[in-house]
């Protein structure tokens, strides 16, 4: 079956760091998506990963291993308004999209 | 660029009755778009997978006759729930990928139905 693994619940405090991570068991492999969602709100694009490595974009960067079957999402200078779930979502063989279920993130003063 | 909207924003109905979504790529061709549910606290679940031209592909457990999909133009989706109850209330998102090899789906905004 196809698996994606992120932790349900992360804290972290403003202004500082924090690394959520994600991986996958999926029938093929076409990249990695990272997205943010607020809560009643629809999913907003972070960042996407094909190739191993690390992306960074801003205060966001995302890094992939596909050996490892393995993400994280890396948040730095953490704002108020970045508590929200972090979904991990794969793109399989068939280019359908996978999606985890979720890392609420909160973000405390 | 790459703007997807739905509409409505929300919707409450009475159990029985029938909502359409529609789900709109405002500028760019969306040759598929994907229809999500999300209910509280869980994550996206794929509906269906609807490819302009064609029937949709719904997922297991998913009732193709319950959820109507039409896809009749590369800008246009309608979700059509039949005879609504109370269960399927629910947050439903389009979301539209473009034409082409990129993977990236762009998400509409959501339409939060309550059936009464």
């Known amino acids: 079956g196809q698996n994606i693994d992120q932790p349900t619940e992360m804290t972290a405090t403003e202004g500082a760091i924090v690394q959520i991570n994600c991986t996958y068991q999926?029938?093929?492999?076409?990249?990695l998506f990272w997205y943010q969602q607020h809560a009643g709100e629809a999913p907003t694009f972070l960042s996407y990963?094909?190739l191993d490595g690390l992306e960074e974009k801003g205060r966001f960067s995302s890094f992939l291993s596909r050996s490892k079957g393995y993400s994280y999402l890396l948040l730095k200078e953490l704002q108020m308004k970045d508590s929200a779930s972090c979904l991990c979502?794969?793109?399989?063989?068939?280019?359908?999209?996978?999606w985890g279920a979720g890392t609420k993130l909160i973000i405390k003063p | 660029g790459a703007v997807v909207s739905q509409h409505p924003s929300w919707v409450i109905c009475k159990s029985g009755t029938s909502v359409k979504i529609e789900c709109r790529s405002l500028?760019?061709?969306?040759?598929?778009m994907f229809w999500y549910r999300q209910f509280p606290k869980q994550s996206l679940m794929l509906m269906a997978t609807?490819?302009?031209?064609?029937?949709?592909?719904?997922e297991q457990g998913v009732e193709k006759d319950k959820f109507l999909i039409n896809h009749a133009s590369l800008t246009l989706s309608t979700l059509t729930v039949t005879s609504a109850h109370p269960e399927d209330s629910s947050f439903y998102i389009c979301?539209?990928?473009?034409?082409?090899?990129?993977?990236?789906?762009?998400f509409g905004p959501g339409t939060r139905l309550t059936v009464l």
């Open positions: 979301s539209a990928r473009l034409a082409g090899d990129w993977n990236e789906q762009f």
């Open positions: 609807s490819n302009e031209g064609s029937k949709a592909t719904y």
């Open positions: 990963n094909v």
């Open positions: 979502a794969v793109v399989d063989s068939n280019y359908q999209l996978i």
């Open positions: 999926t029938s093929g492999f076409n990249g």
């Open positions: 500028d760019f061709q969306a040759t598929t």
